[in-house]
Structures are given as C-alpha cells and as structure tokens.
C-alpha cells in the first residue's frame, strides 16, 4: 500500500516538475533528504524516483522562462572545475569500472547544484527549499529522538537505508547541518505559530537524535555548532534554555554505554576505530605523494592499496575524512579547489552580511547567511571524521 501511494504522489507531480521546474528542484530535494521510498516495502524501494523527476526537471528547464542565468561567481567556477577535475582524475583510477559508476553519481550532484542556482532565483524559492530540506532531514531527527525515548537510548539512530546518511556518523553529520537551518526558520515571524512550534520541536528531537547515533564526531560537531548558534543569536537566554530542555531529556535516557563511547575520545590511541581511521589518512596522503596530480581516483580505498601505501596494511579502513578522501582520490590540485569552494562560500555569506548590516529589509539576508556559514562549519568540523566529500548538502548549501 505505502508502495502505491508514493508512485500515486510523485507521478503525480512530474507535470509540476515540467511546467514549474523550480517545483522539481523541491521534490528532488524532499526525495534526495527524506528518502521516503526506502520506508516502503517492495516495488517503491529501489525504484529510481529522483533520476526521473531531475530528468523531468532539467527538461522543464529549457522551456522554462522562469530562471535566471548561471550565477557568474567564484563558487560556480570553482564548482563546474571540481567537475572537470574529478573527470579528469578518473581516467587514471586505479579502478576504472568502480570509479566511474561513483563519478556518475557525483556528477550529478554537481549537475543538480548547477540546476538549482539557475531555478531558484527569488526569496520565496529559496525559503521554500530551506523548509523542504529542513523538514525532511527533520522529520527523520523527530523519528529518531522519538525511537531512542522510547527504547531507552539503547540503540543507535540511523538514517534511511540505502541513503548517503544510512550510517549512523553520517546521520549524525546530516542532523548538524540542518540544526541551523531549523533554527533560524524557527525564528522566521513571517511563519504561522504552528509551523515555528514543529521547527521548534524537529529542533529539540534533531539534538536528541544526535546524541542516540553514539557519533563521537556527530557529537563533536553538536558541542561546535550549538556555540556558534549561541553567540550568533542576541536571544542567548532562549538558545540555551533550547539546548538545556533537549539535553535535560536526552540525559534521562542516556546509558552507561553511551559515556563510555564518548570517554574514547580522550583516549583515542587505545581505541582500534580512531587509529584506524588515521591509518586511512595515512593511506591516502601516501597516495597523493605518489600520484600528486591525480590520486587514485573515486573509490580507490581498497586492501591492495592499503597493502601499497599504509603505514599499516592490515588494518584497512574507510578513509573517513571529507579532505583526506579528496586528497587520496584526486590528488593536492582537487584539494586546494575543494577547500577553495568552502572557504569561499562562507566569505561570500561574510561579505553578504556586511553589505545589509543596516538595512532591516534584508534581515532575513542576514539570517539566512549566518545559517549557511554555520552549515558549513558542522560540515567541516563533522566532515573531519566522515569521508562525505561528494554530500549533495554541502553543494546544496554552497
């Protein structure tokens, strides 16, 4: 039955994706976060929903009058190079057929970016995607809280199977990114009082679901971007009574075996995960030293080039860092655009901030540049830990 319903939705709205591509960029993104076929049953579950409607998509772009040409910024070009780079790199992997069918993926993703800056191209576009975003990866934080309350934080949270947030750091990472964007939505006076109160209450069960993924990193980046919202915000006394009710609840559930995770931190070398972990950046520094221009292309982490390249052979591991999986599959020149594109994106929403310091009409300017720099901190800081380099919400927020 759940199966029906949501081809019934989605073909449904496929005309919406043609006529008002803008629209498709929305369902795109609600099917691309929430995930809402990997909670079906049989037929919906690997049925390539989001390949279709972008395909929609990108042909209602070209009859569509409703766009704006290609922004004409550093983070356009640094982005479409990354592209070509990546393509070029890839023709010297050290696994072509591997390599290729995850270059298909994130070029897409880059693809997909590219669309939304031409199709969302007012404010009122703009919020909207911000809502679709935040209340879909929300929705799975209120899922998750709801679960860990109910089974005692016994268990960790998990995103959708099958997601690129499946595992449970990778949750943890996605719930990071999207605190800030509940957050300052939460305080849109533009929204009914019943939308404020469910962003509101997705922002209480995100952090709670935080916690339940056991995420060492996720939790890291929690402490990180929970400081950054307060010193951004001038209502301070209302931040922290936020933060203290969401972890008041958590605390009442959290099991021994949740402090004893965390204490790992501080003992990081007696932990076989951590050091793992800096094996792989090892590994894959090795790699760039050896291939400098080119590294050893997608998906090149595997037992025989641990065998070649680590420091220690046997304890092959995923790479688990946004730099070091960029470093190791493309090479330093990849690296430097890569950091490029951060670094430039949050002092482009730096300067935005600057040039409407004054003008109380493009507060919510303001607002929304401080929720993207904060975004893309949690990225930074969780992606330390996370080998997410090619996550379609980074280049989203970008």
């Known amino acids: 039955m759940r199966d029906l319903i949501l081809f019934g939705i989605i073909f449904s709205l496929l005309p919406f994706c043609f006529f008002r591509p803008w629209m498709g960029i929305l369902f795109f993104s609600w099917i691309g976060y929430m995930n809402p076929h990997r909670f079906t049953w049989s037929a919906a579950y690997d049925f390539p929903f989001a390949k279709i409607v972008a395909i929609v998509t990108v042909a ?40 290729w069918t995850q ?27 911000i809502m679709v975003i935040a209340f879909s990866i929300g929705l799975l934080g209120i899922k998750g809280g709801i679960f860990s309350l109910f089974t005692g934080g016994e268990h960790r949270v998990y995103g959708p199977e099958g997601s690129f947030f499946w595992d ?44 339940f993924t056991y995420s060492r990193g996720g939790f890291l980046t929690l402490a990180g971007v929970g400081m950054l919202l307060l010193l951004k915000t001038k ?12 972890l008041t609840i958590a605390m009442a559930y959290i099991p021994e075996k949740w402090f004893e995770r965390m204490d790992t931190i501080k003992n990081y070398e007696m932990d076989k995960s951590a050091m793992g972990r800096i094996n792989a950046w090892h590994t894959a520094f090795n790699v760039a030293k050896d291939r400098p221009l080119i590294g050893g292309g997608f998906e090149t982490f595997t037992p025989r080039v641990f065998d070649i390249y680590s420091p220690n052979p046997s304890a092959v591991h995923d790479v688990h860092s946004i730099y070091f999986e960029i470093i190791g599959e ?38 929304y540049a401080n929720m993207f720099q904060i975004s893309l901190i949690a990225y930074m800081i969780g992606g330390t830990f996370l080998g997410r380099a090619y996550f379609d919400l980074f280049y989203h927020i970008v």
């Not at 430039?344 to 730096?350: D, E, H, K, V």
């Open 60 to 99: 209602g772009l070209f009859f569509t009058r409703d766009k704006q040409p290609l922004p004409k910024t550093r983070e356009t070009i640094l982005i479409i190079l990354l592209g070509i780079y990546f393509t070029f790199t890839n023709f010297f992997a050290f696994y072509p057929d591997k390599a």
């Open 103 to 129: 270059w298909e993926k994130v070029i897409k993703i880059l693809i997909m970016t590219l669309v939304t800056m031409v199709l969302v191209n007012d404010r009122k576009k703009l919020k909207y995607l």
């Open 168 to 211: 449970s750091n990778d949750m943890a990472l996605a719930l990071n990114m999207t605190l800030p964007m509940l957050f300052y939505l939460a305080k849109d006076k533009e929204n009914t009082q019943l939308m404020n109160k469910l962003l509101w209450i997705a922002l209480i069960m995100c952090i709670i679901s935080i916690i």
């Open 235 to 246: 209502h301070k006394v209302f931040a922290v009574l936020i933060a203290m009710v969401a």
């Open 330 to 367: 493309h090479g330093f020149v990849a690296f430097g655009l890569f950091i490029a594109l951060i670094f430039c994106t949050l002092l482009t929403a730096q300067k935005l901030k600057w040039s409407v310091k004054t003008n109380e009409n493009y507060k919510w300017a303001k607002n």
